[in-house]
């Protein structure tokens, strides 16, 4: 069983890329300004693993994930075993729902570069980065039309920040939540 985190990203449709009819949205201002971001390859597969993104923070510097949340040692670069649930605000209604997950996840700690063999240049030129990857088998995109099962926000749910280590009673109830919808298994 895994440990489990989510990540708030930008909405996408398929997370394979920018196009024309599928510009990632409602992520913050530099996704606002930009029209870019590096989760917009989330769902791109390469080689058979994903390789996700997520944005913990960027001021004064960039920021990591706090990998000891997830039972890593403050010493290791990484984690593994993590089920990440990556949410998106809807553009419809504006509510935060799950948009998918990856199971059996390795979360690292500070940005990664990604295998030089994968296509994951962004509009602005620069190479998307990731945090998180796993197995291509192990990751699930739910269809727009089905992302309906609303996050928690504010006072023990996800607030500012765009990670939640569901480290609080509401998290606890979140978490029986997805296992009953989404059949996901962790600790």
């Not at 509009?123 to 269809?143: H, M, R, W």
Request: glycine share 10%.
């Amino acid at each position: 069983m895994d440990k489990i985190v989510v990540f708030r990203i930008a909405w996408m449709e398929k997370y394979d890329g920018k196009t024309a009819d599928d510009v990632p949205m409602g992520a913050g201002k530099f996704v606002d300004l930009n029209q870019t971001g590096s989760e917009i390859y989330n769902f791109r597969p390469c080689q058979g693993r994903m390789y996700g993104f997520v944005e913990p923070g960027f001021t004064p510097k960039p920021k990591g994930i706090v990998i000891k949340k997830l039972g890593g040692s403050k010493h290791s670069d990484q984690v593994s075993s993590i089920l990440v649930i990556w949410v998106a605000r809807h553009p419809d209604t504006s509510k935060l729902v799950v948009v998918g997950w990856y199971k059996h996840a390795t979360v690292h700690r500070r940005r990664q570069s990604p295998p030089d063999s994968c296509d994951r240049l962004r509009s602005d030129g620069k190479q998307a980065t990731y945090f998180v990857e796993a197995d291509e088998e192990n990751c699930e995109l739910i269809p727009v039309g089905d992302r309906f099962m609303e996050v928690p926000t504010g006072s023990g749910g996800i607030g500012m920040s765009h990670l939640w280590y569901l480290d609080s009673q509401i998290g606890t109830e979140f978490k029986s939540k997805l296992s009953n919808q989404y059949k996901l298994d962790f600790i």
